[in-house]
């Protein structure tokens, strides 16, 4: 890699890159009852059109060029010293959870901007132009899934996938997309990704932690190798509901109690001394729910990740025989409702962030993503990687979700190395 | 007690008292998905004013005289030979739970009647009063708490307790009640119970088991011994949430996982290798209850039941502490909402049922009542009982609620006798 360039990481600017961060977190602000300021800001609503709009004053102001594809996916662009090569992409979303937090994907947006914006500044050049990239709803907050934009940039699915999926108010994604693109007509239409042109160089996503691991360790950089492998299941407990007070508990299928036992077995099967698995039952419904009839129908949730592909198909499987065997009166219906592979990131891009990280004297870890990303789509078609930053508590999709102004600013300055360091190559 | 009189118990007629029985089931009748036949009689409501009509039509041509105190609980009478003399009363209520069944309560009442309308075709006189009683609003379905009926007659609660407890629509109790005594005005008003008047000699109250024990042990007659006590406690587990792809579960506040851990150490707690022990989880809530975000808040009921008061008490006041034992991350909350001792109805009316089925040849077994009565608010003030009869898989509150015509007529005959004897002596 090429040696750091100090005046690079100088132009990174701290006040301004947070003034930007709390001028973007005012669309769709909203206080909690705890004084805790979130933000609110739907993909495809008005205030989406507005944050859009608000960050393209600013790419206009730094001379970057933007662009617009079908899915509504963002693309300011930086040139390169040869316009012919595969750019450099890098950026994140800009619609929040129903009540997020203010840096939930939007930090990854300003930081590519604000890293873009040093880069000039600093009179840096690179061979390859170098797109920052706003993707089309990543939350799946009002239309689900989420991960749209960048499914459809990947050939994950095709563009038309989603139109019909109506929100609460009726409005059809087709619709509300159409309305975006209208209120955008005067930027030039891109080609969608590698469906209609050619892919990226690479792909570097700078997102919050949302995990508690960074702010543990004390470290101040998340060197991202993959995102770890997710499957959901639903599990119903079927038994008997019988009055409480006459019904003999030898007598009883009791769906509470053999969910206690199928609960119990799951824990001893997903034991990890290395605490590396992640194993959640978070979801309950009990039928009828009246303290005094015994629960005739118990259904839970389970949310099982892990970054090794072995263990998430071994134990995933074991699951259903596991909770079967645990019953004593009762019978169980067990259904795998999602199923994502872990994505590895592989060298490139982990390699050229950690390189980055240490020549700038910053504290770094190796993990894996616990949460999705948009990032895990781009795995296919190009060398990707994220760069993490710590944020408080580990908490995100809510209020108090908070990063730094430091933490934040010593991200993007790794993520301007990175950019550098990639689009010169 | 006296000889059997084999007149009386040939003069409950079987196929009469089915026959009412499901008259007075039409009023409120709904057919559930399944195709069972059940029963929406709220108290006080325009059916619950039909049923005590229709009865009342048949109490006048069975030559009884009624009459109605001033918390609508409905008398009928059958003269004694001495009328100065404190009555039998028997009976129970009208209402029926929201989707309930054609058994529960209204049978007592039926019963009753055709005991005494048998007692009369036999010819057989009694030096006592009889007096059939249907209680106002056993269920609390429509308004709570139940039992109002029985609880002001016993002198539990003052009679303008629960004036001002308005039902869904917003209708006051009073103004319901205010409005069923004017539609009632052609009945002589009475005094209400041992409020306004002298104590009952006994009472006796006939219901389905609403419990699985007499079916499963082949019995045609409960010998009801008295009615366990309850405790009832809310509990709430307050965790953390988190990320469920994110925490490693060392460093969770998981407040399902130490909901299971509390559970088990009161499943411990509660065993009872006799099984006449109750407990019961039948109601969970968890919040924020999806399927990614670790519990940050689990809330659970606890249903304690005993007949014997110092179980009751060592046992229940033990399960604070053992919750508190048992949380490995979170916090517990304990709140006991409700507390009933158990009620004993000592030896009178449970040996007179008891001899009643004996000489009848009647297989009958003692058990307490599990479920709650009008009867256990009669205990301080007269010598109390009650006669079970078995009801298909021990169902109640449910449209699938039955019991036979043969099971009803058997306790209906063991009735009759009871009453005689006791009016007897």
Same mark, same amino acid.
């Given at each position: 890699?090429?040696?750091?360039? %100090? ?20 669309? *769709? @602000?909203?206080?909690? %009852? ?6 609110? &800001? ?6 989406? !059109? ?19 594809? &079908? ?5 300011? &662009?930086?040139?390169?010293? $040869? ?16 009540? *997020? ?32 990239? =706003? ?32 929100? !609460? ?9 159409? @309305? ?19 892919? #990226? ?22 060197? /991202? ?10 599990? $119903? ?23 206690? !036992? ?10 990890? #001394? ?7 039952? =978070? ?31 071994? &134990? ?17 219906? /067990?259904?795998?409702?999602?199923? @994502? ?61 908070? @990063? ?8 993007? !300055? ?5 950019? =550098?360091?990639? =689009?010169?190559?």
């Amino acid at each position: 890699m090429p040696p750091i360039a %100090p005046n690079l990481v100088a132009a990174v600017n701290e006040a301004r890159h947070w003034q930007d961060m709390m001028a973007m977190a005012e669309l *769709g @602000a909203f206080t909690d %009852p705890d004084g805790h300021i979130g933000v609110n &800001r739907p993909c495809l609503s008005d205030l989406d !059109r507005q944050a859009r709009r608000l960050l393209l004053g600013w790419a206009e102001k730094a001379g970057l060029s933007a662009s617009v594809d &079908r899915l509504g996916n963002l693309f300011l &662009r930086h040139e390169g010293t $040869d316009p012919t090569l595969a750019p450099v992409l890098t950026g994140s979303h800009m619609d929040s959870q129903p009540n *997020g937090g203010r840096f939930d994907g939007i930090w990854g947006v300003i930081a590519g901007f604000e890293a873009v914006r040093a880069l000039r500044e600093a009179g840096v050049q690179t061979k390859r132009p170098i797109e920052v990239v =706003a993707w089309t709803n990543e939350e799946g907050g009002r239309y689900a899934p989420g991960c749209m934009g960048s499914m459809a940039y990947a050939g994950f699915a095709p563009p038309e996938t989603w139109d019909a999926i109506t929100d !609460r108010e009726g409005i059809p994604f087709g619709q509300a997309l159409t @309305a975006l693109l209208e209120s955008e007509s005067d930027l030039p239409r891109r080609k969608l990704g590698v469906v209609e042109g050619p892919a #990226p160089f690479a792909y570097v996503e700078a997102h919050i932690e949302q995990g508690p691991m960074l702010e543990a360790r004390e470290a101040d950089i998340g060197v /991202v190798t993959g995102i770890q492998g997710s499957r959901w299941f639903i599990v $119903d407990i079927m038994g008997k509901s019988d009055h409480a007070g006459t019904t003999p508990l030898a007598m009883r299928k009791d769906a509470v109690q053999d969910m206690l !036992r199928a609960i119990q077995a799951l824990n001893t099967l997903m034991h990890d #001394p290395a605490d590396v698995l992640r194993f959640t039952v =978070a979801s309950i419904e009990v039928q009828p729910n009246t303290s005094n009839s015994v629960a005739g129908l118990a259904r839970f949730t389970i949310d099982f990740r892990h970054p090794d592909n072995a263990v998430l198909q071994a &134990r995933g499987n074991a699951i259903e025989g596991v909770i079967q065997a645990a019953l004593r009166h009762c019978t169980a219906r /067990v259904t795998e409702r999602f199923h @994502a592979v872990p994505a590895d990131f592989g060298a490139v891009v982990p390699d050229a962030v950690e390189a980055a990280a240490k020549s700038q004297g910053l504290r770094h870890m190796r993990l894996p993503s616990g949460a999705f990303h948009d990032a895990q789509f781009l795995v296919p078609i190009c060398p990707t990687g994220m760069i993490f930053v710590p944020c408080r508590a580990g908490v995100s999709h809510h209020p108090s979700e908070h @990063a730094t102004p430091e933490a934040l600013a010593a991200g993007t !300055r790794v993520l301007a190395q990175v950019l =550098a360091d990639l =689009a010169n190559r």
